[in-house]
Structure formats: structure tokens, C-alpha cells
């Protein structure tokens, strides 16, 4: 029974367009939210985070955006580039910092 | 430069045979986790350990078992490898557990193959 939903195993872009990452969860009790990059051969690294007082944090050229009454959250990332090119897993805790992820989305972003 | 390592990136074992995988970071942080990430799924937690304290997950299975002999070092044993456990092992890092906000840190992986 997953809790954390990412729809779109994958993602194809073109570079300097937006790329828009999705998310969705089940319980209204996670409290904070992340996305996670991972390059083929490396482990997942941090990339930018949403506590559930705020609806935008926004780092450079990512934006996380979380819609609770919806359960979604989302990563937009403008203008895509192609070191862009990774998989993103969003991910959820409630309460401490022991991580729920979605099975990741594979971003393409084409020249 | 390294901050978390795993030791070795791929494993490969005979079902039934005992395999140990191998954990080890530079961060001096207080907790360690194993994820395992089986193909096309999300990485599930099946342990951490906060300093020596131990803490299960309550679907991980008895097969898997974990040791951490310093703060440096955390090692994850499976008992007798089925060929349902094939999967890639993530081990990650965090200064603490209670605090969301916390960063982890993730090694690189080891894939472990079951034949």
C-alpha cells in the first residue's frame, strides 16, 4: 500500500523548458517534504525540502510547491538543463527523519 | 572526499549463503540507515541505528540482521539470501532521528544478486 505516489515513471524535456515533477501522498500527518536526485552509479543526494506550514520554497531554479488539502507536491525545475538528467524521489516524513519515497521519476532533458 | 562508502558496489551470493554489506561514512553523524531498493520501487527502510541503538522496522524481515561496532562502521547481514531480496542496498547517514529537517546522506549502493 503505497503512501507516496509518483505517477510518472518518466519525463522528457527540452532544454530551457520547464519540467514539472509530481507527487502525491496518502496521510495528512506527514509534515515535511523533500526531493531527492540520483545520478546513475551515486546514491540519492538532498535537493530541496517543504515543511507543511508552507505551500513554496523555492532554491534557484527549483520550486517545490505542496498543496495539502490536495496531498500533492510538486518540483518544477526552469529552465531545465541536461545535467537535469536524473531520477527525483520525492519523499515524506511525519514526524522525525525517517523517510517515505515515491519509486522516482527518470527526467530526460534533451538538447 | 567521500563522505558515506559501501562496500562492495555489487555482491553477488548463492541462495541461502550469508552475505554481509558494508557501510562506512566520514561525517561522524549519529544515525545510519539501510534502505533496500528492489527494481522500479521506492527505497523502503528496514533498520536504523541511533549511536548503538538499534531500531527495527516493523516489516523488516528476521533474514535481515545489522551490526554497528562504532560510530564509523554499519554493516547489514542477511542471513540466507532469498532471490526475493536481489535488490540495491542504500546506506544513509543524519546527525539525528527525531528531526525532520535533519539531511540524510546516502552512499552509493551495493547491488546484490541472489542466484
Known amino acids: 500500500d503505497q503512501q507516496v505516489k509518483q505517477n510518472s515513471p518518466s519525463l522528457s524535456v527540452q532544454e530551457g523548458r520547464i519540467s514539472i515533477l509530481n507527487c502525491d501522498y496518502t496521510?495528512?500527518?506527514?509534515?515535511?517534504f523533500l526531493w531527492y536526485k540520483k545520478y546513475p552509479a551515486e546514491g540519492p543526494t538532498f535537493l530541496i525540502s517543504?515543511?507543511?506550514?508552507?505551500d513554496k520554497n523555492e532554491d534557484g531554479r527549483f520550486t517545490v510547491f505542496l498543496n495539502k488539502s490536495a496531498k500533492h507536491l510538486s518540483l518544477h525545475i526552469v529552465p531545465s538543463q541536461p545535467g537535469d538528467s536524473a531520477v527525483y524521489f520525492c519523499?515524506?516524513?511525519?514526524?522525525?527523519?525517517?523517510?517515505?519515497f515515491g519509486t522516482g521519476t527518470q527526467l530526460k532533458v534533451e538538447l | 572526499d567521500a563522505m558515506v562508502i559501501q562496500n562492495p558496489r555489487y555482491q553477488v551470493t548463492q541462495f541461502g549463503k550469508p552475505v554481509t554489506l558494508s557501510c562506512s561514512q566520514t561525517?561522524?553523524?549519529?544515525?545510519m540507515y539501510w534502505y533496500q531498493q528492489k527494481s522500479s520501487q521506492a527505497p523502503k527502510l528496514l533498520f536504523h541505528?541511533?549511536?548503538?541503538?538499534?531500531?527495527n522496522e516493523a516489516d523488516t524481515p528476521d533474514n535481515f540482521q545489522s551490526r554497528r561496532p562504532n560510530t564509523s562502521f554499519c554493516f547489514l547481514d542477511i542471513r540466507s539470501p532469498g532471490l526475493g531480496d536481489a535488490a540495491m542496498y542504500l546506506c544513509a547517514t543524519s546527525r539525528e532521528v527525531a528531526i525532520s529537517t535533519d539531511t540524510q546522506y546516502f552512499g552509493p549502493g551495493t547491488r546484490l544478486t541472489v542466484l
Open positions: 517543504i515543511s507543511s506550514i508552507k
Open positions: 496521510n495528512s500527518m506527514f509534515d515535511y
Open positions: 541505528y541511533y549511536d548503538k541503538d538499534f531500531n
Open positions: 519523499a515524506v516524513t511525519g514526524g522525525g527523519n525517517k523517510l517515505t
Open positions: 561525517l561522524n553523524h549519529n544515525v
